[in-house]
Each structure stands twice: as structure tokens, then as C-alpha cells.
């Protein structure tokens, strides 16, 4: 969707705005905490984010990466910065071909700023020298397709401020006469450089307008919040500081804290009297930081930051992109939301309110952007070593990788994009059936009438959720868990394997369930998570392969790799819901022991008891240890073996069922 449509829209009602801007980092780390930092701040509300090109054009591959994030994981409508530096005709008409078809309508045309180390800008061959040159072309090649934002400066550009009064003069109005042209030639909306004198904007938005340039012009502000910070782009600018606030940041300039603080106080006491003045909205140039931009939006009650609003209780919400009236997602992907998201992009509709709107529809199949997040790189692999083990040697040393996670003690899995999505409680819950042997990828709480406001969703509503866990399961203890699933009438199951195959269920074939679920003022009931066996099928190939293409490509020694296949190979993954949200016990209820699996502990604890004293091999004594321990759903480790072994020496059958 244009920007300037949304503008327009928010304009006819009376309604101010607010935008991110945000740069490119220059490392793979970089770019994945601006992502997370795009989520969190996304949520607030903004009405579309822009990335810039980098300097010189030394980002352009990062920027159009960036930006397709931004559009299409992210879900917000993205403008991407494009430059006429270092950029000949050939790679710009690349450039908006690969953002176009990735669904990006928005572009900020620029001339740029000269690359690193030569002071002006120079025009490249097969290129243009200014961005009124670009924004003719994008029209000629694109007609109406793209919303072409254009840049104002308040002071005039950089390169045309000069002491001489009267020429600075006729070089201000030379600056909006070229100004009106880029609107002409196809520019829709105006932001503007930073400034710190507010009637310097006042007094420039009243002179484009005596020109008759009458887009919407959007002031970008630059929040103070580094003293060096400040001068260097001030100088850079030019720009005019006000001597107040000159006088109040020299004062602090050995305060970092002082500065910050003075930056949002100042930030908002700025867009006070701008917005007083009927500025549309605010562009914030966050510097890749959030909590100075929504400082100052909080000061202006913009947002709040003590609770970020959820629309839907499913990450990366969309908000105004092509997914916009998205109302329905399965629950497999709840941790990987930017897998689910990749894998329907390609999709043309979405589910409104109903996932019988699109069930059967195939999902693109996770592709290596899914199933390579944190391998892609030796650094990235190094830090998974950190998190699951220098080696793998054992289904022990994938537990404790497990039981790590959800203690709070790493931060990485491959089934969990970032930090798990869930409360402490869960979490812990999850660890506690990680040590049991289960080993968990996904699960929630159940909920009965929450309010919206704590939970998500429109005010003045509540809010219902059935519990659910999803755990990798060994071959020798799935029987067992699906044997105790099958005695609780309220629980919903589906199993599958790495071979594919019709998934397991005891749903009604073709049947949908849902499993989170709001009741607002105004709206029919909002059915916003479901699960069935079509789509936890597609899901659950993602998951498989997570175990080899994932964990398995951290280690080069094939001894770790081994131990991850014959997992993928050979375990199970089973989801369980629990229908009783009123009062039911998932977790409870999966970590009970079934009656099958106590008979068999009690068998194979007799038979090793039996064993040692009639003088059997010790290995043989370790095999019949072992299946005591998968009977139990313990680690089947050497370590268990042996305390089964010496339990049996010390105190009989009852001993070693006890331990």
C-alpha cells in the first residue's frame, strides 16, 4: 500500500501519526538485534518505517535485505531509501524490480551523499546527478506504481548554506523552488532533514506552501542522545541550534545520562509545538535505538511503553501491508513466526476470520532463510556451540541443551526464534518436561476470560486459550505418551515423523480446532489460533529437518551429526491441546506416568535386580538398565545405567523403581 494513501486517510480524520526511521548495520548480529528491535517497536503502532541506503551506497545489498524483512516478516509498510550515489541506471532499475517484487511501494528518492573519502558528490557514469533525475525516472519506468516520497530541508541543503546573507537567501528559495519540481515531477509527500529550531520548520512549511507545493510535509526528528553524536551531525548538516539548547548540552557533554534524558525532554517539547502548529505527523529517526523515540512519543501520549499493545496474540502482527486483514494462524509456528510468514508470503489472500478460508492450501516449502538462522556463518555457529555443546555425543547432551534453554540459561533453539514466547511459568514447565525426556519445541497456558488489556486484543474485551505443548518423544516412550493421552478425554493430539505420511490425530478428519479465541464489544468472537492435522503436517517437515539442517550443520565432526539424525530420524513429534481451559492441567497431566509405562519400569527394575545377583555380564546388565530407563522416560546415559545397576545391588526391585 502508498504511504501517502495512509497519510491521506489519517489527515481526513483528524488523526497525527508517527514513523521509525532506521539505518543498516554493518554485521550479521547487527541485523538481527534491528530486527527484534523492529518488533518490539513496530507494535507501538507506527504508520510505516523507513531503512536508508548507507553512505555512499556501501549498503545497498543490506538495505533491499532489510527492507523485505521489514515489509514481509515484520509486517509493516516499508519505504526504502534510494540514492543516485554509486548507482548507474542498470543497478537502480534492479534495485526497484527486486523491491516491487517483493511487494515494497514505497521509495524516498535521494540524491545521496558522496561516498567515503571524497568531499562532494560526484555524478557515475551511466548515472544520475540529483534525485529529481531519479524521481522522473522511477515514474517513467513504473508509472503510479510507487509512492515516491521526496526529502525538504528546512535550512536548505548542506551543500548550498553558505555565511553571505543575501546569497544564503536566494540559495533557501533556489532549494524550494527544486523542491516544488521533485513534487511535480512525481513526488507525493515530504520529509524533512533534522532541525532544533522549530520556527525555522514553521516558517519553511509556510513557504513551500506560498510556492504551491501542497503534499503533506512530515518533520524528521533526530533525538539528542550522545554529545559527539550530536555535533557530528549537526556539523555534517549545518544545522542551526538555538543557543539554549547549545548552552544545556555543553553543560552535560561528560553526562551521557543527563544528555539522554535532555534529548526526550527536548524531543518532546519540540513535537509539542509542531503538532500545536498542525504538522500531520513525526517522523522519528531512531539511530537503531528505541528508547529515546518512544520516549518522546510517550511524553506526547503516542504510546506507552509500560505495556506494548497486541492486536492479536500471534508475533509480527501485520499492519497495513498485503497481509492487513490477516485474522487467523495455526499454533505450530508460534515461536517461528518469521518461518510461517516466508512460507505463505507467495499466498494472495489470507484468513479473514475463519482457517477453513484456506486449509488444504499448501505453504511453500522452508527454505534455507528458515532453516539456517543460526548457522549461516562461523559466527553464528560458534555461538550455537556455546548454547548446545562443543560436540554432541548423546541424547543426554540434547536434553541438557533443552533443560539449558528453558532455565534461562542460553537464548538459542533452533525451534524458537529468539527468546521464547511465553511466560516464566511456562517456560519452567517446559524445562521440567525436557528433563523428563520430552523435549519440548512449543506450548502454552490455557487462558479463561483474561481482559483484553492483559492479554490482547481491543479494550474491553476477554480473552480464552487452551493450553498446548509440542515435544519431540523417543520412539520407546511415545507409545506410553500416546497411550496417556488417549485416557484424558479433553485432550486433542497430533503425531507425525521425519517420513512424512498422514499425520496421527484423534481430531475427525478434516476437522479444525480452535485454540485462542477474544470476545470484544461491537465484533463477532475473534478466532485467532487454530490447529489441524494439514497444517501441523506442514509444520512438523520444518521441524524434522531443523534437527540436521539447523543443529546438525553447527558441527563438522560426523559423531554429532550422527546422534541428530538418528533423533530426526526415528523420534516423534507430538502436539497435545487440552479442551478443558476452564481447568485442566496440560502439563500436569503429560507428565503423569501411564499404568503401561509403570508396569514396565517395574518389569525391567525386576529383571535387572534379577540379573545382578545371578551373576550376568555387566553389559548385559546396562542393556536391561537401559530399557528401565526408556520405560521410565529417563535419559537412557551411561549414567543412568549405572545408577539402576547399583540401585539393584542395594535394595531390590523397589529400589531401582524408586530411582
Known sequence: MKIIDKINAKIASGEKFFSF???????????????????????????????????????????????????????????????????????????????????????????????????????????????????????????????????????????????????????????????KQKVEAGGEMIVTQLFYDVDVFVKFVADCRSVGITVPIVPGIMPVM??????????????KVPQDIADIIESNKDNEEAIKAYGVELGAQMCRRLLDAGVPGLHMYSLNLEKSALGILERLGFVSTAKIPRRMPWSLVPSGTKRGAEGVRPVFWAQRPASYLARTNAWESFPVARWSEVAGRALAPAGAAQLKRLSASDAKKAKAKEAWGEAVASVADVTKAFTRFYAGETSALPWVDGEFRGSAAVKAKLGALAAKGLLPVNGQAAVNGDKSEDAWGPAGGHCYQKGYAEVFVSPAACEGLLAKIKAHPSLTYFAATASGGEVGTNLAKGGVEAVAWGVFPGREVVQATVADAGAFGAWASEAFALWTEEWGAVYEDEGSRKVLADIAASWHLVGVLDNNYASGDLFAALAERSTAQLSSAKLAAASVTAAVPAGVHAARVGHMARAACLALGAPACNRAWLGLARAAHSGGPEAVYAW
Open 21 to 179: 526511521e532506521y539505518f543498516p548495520p554493518r554485521t550479521d548480529d547487527g541485523v538481527e538485534n534491528l530486527m527484534e528491535r523492529l518488533e518490539r517497536m513496530v507494535a507501538h503502532g507506527p504508520i510505516f518505517c523507513d531503512i536508508t541506503w548507507g553512505a555512499g551506497g556501501t549498503t545497498a545489498d543490506v538495505t533491499l535485505d532489510i527492507a523485505v524483512k521489514m515489509q514481509n516478516t515484520i509486517c509493516v509498510e516499508t519505504m526504502m531509501h534510494l540514492t543516485c550515489t554509486n548507482m548507474p541506471v542498470d543497478k537502480l532499475d534492479s534495485a526497484l524490480a527486486e523491491v516491487r517484487k517483493h511487494g515494497i511501494q514505497n521509495i524516498l528518492a535521494l540524491r545521496g551523499d558522496p561516498p567515503k573519502g571524497q568531499e562532494k558528490f560526484e555524478q557515475v557514469e551511466g548515472g544520475f546527478s540529483c534525485a529529481l533525475d531519479l524521481v522522473k525516472h522511477i515514474r517513467a519506468t513504473h508509472g503510479d506504481y510507487f509512492g515516491v516520497c521526496v526529502a525538504g530541508y528546512p535550512e536548505a541543503h548542506p551543500d548550498t548554506i553558505v555565511e553571505d546573507p543575501a546569497q544564503m537567501e536566494k540559495n533557501y528559495w533556489e532549494n524550494i523552488a527544486y523542491l
Open 226 to 239: 550522545t554529545y559527539g553524536g550530536f555535533k557530528r551531525m549537526t556539523g555534517f548538516c549545518k544545522t
